[in-house]
């Protein structure tokens, strides 16, 4: 099958910004939904934003409302996590994510780090 590559995480200080970017590849099946989990050490893997591949219905989690926004270009096939506010708390590993149709069998990328601080 395919794969999901991200690129974007780094250091940033609280209050900063990042951009993540994730593409996908390989993949025969159609994309449902794209989505951003994250995992910090000693916590489970969180839902960060998802949106869907047709439409623009998207859903965040709640402490990243207001701050985070997903969006995607379905052509290039690459999801976006646009990260302001950025506060300590969000570090993580932050994943990228794909379900496929018609069994909406779910892929992972490899993560990429995001760590907030000073």
């Known amino acids: 099958q395919g794969q999901l ?7 940033a200080q609280p ?9 996908a ?13 994250r995992q910090a050490p000693g916590k489970e893997r ?5 949106i869907f591949t047709t439409g ?3 859903n965040y989690g709640d402490s990243v409302k207001g701050r985070f926004t997903i969006s995607r270009d379905i052509v290039k096939k ?3 996590l646009q990260m302001n ?3 300590p708390e969000d570090t993580a590993v932050y994943y990228c994510s794909v379900r496929l149709l018609p069994l909406l069998t779910r ?5 990429t780090q995001v760590t907030v601080s000073s």
Do not use: H, P
């Open 5 to 11: 590559v991200e690129s974007g995480g780094g250091l």
């Open 15 to 23: 209050g900063g910004s990042l951009k993540l970017s994730c593409v």
């Open 25 to 37: 590849s390989g993949f025969t099946n159609s994309i449902y939904d794209m989505s951003w989990y």
């Open 46 to 50: 969180e839902l960060v934003a998802a």
């Open 56 to 58: 623009s219905n998207s």
């Open 78 to 80: 690459t999801v976006y």
């Open 85 to 87: 506010s950025l506060r």
């Open 107 to 111: 892929y992972w990328g490899q993560g």
